[in-house]
């Protein structure tokens, strides 16, 4: 279960040993972008993206999430 000491998306998920594309750490590459299949997610910056799309260097779940690189 995520808590916010867990940081974003990608931070927990690295953590947890589930390898996600990554870049830059700090939302300008994005090449951490996944598709949501599941679930929603909240950015911590402005982010422009199609809706069903997560930077997940710059977000962290509100909900449970399945997502696809
Ligand atoms: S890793 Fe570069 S924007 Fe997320």
């Known amino acids: 279960m995520w808590t916010p000491a ?3 998306l990608l931070d927990a998920a690295l953590a947890a040993g589930i390898g996600l ?7 300008q590459c994005e090449s951490c972008i ?3 299949l599941s679930g929603e997610c909240a ?3 402005a982010f422009e993206g199609e ?3 997560c930077l997940t260097c710059q977000a962290v779940p509100v ?3 399945v997502l696809a690189p």
């Open 6 to 8: 867990a940081g974003t």
């Open 34 to 36: 996944v598709r949501v």
């Open 63 to 65: 909900t449970d999430l």
């Open 21 to 27: 594309p990554s870049g830059c750490r700090v939302g």
């Open 43 to 45: 950015h911590l910056v």
């Open 51 to 53: 809706a069903d799309r």
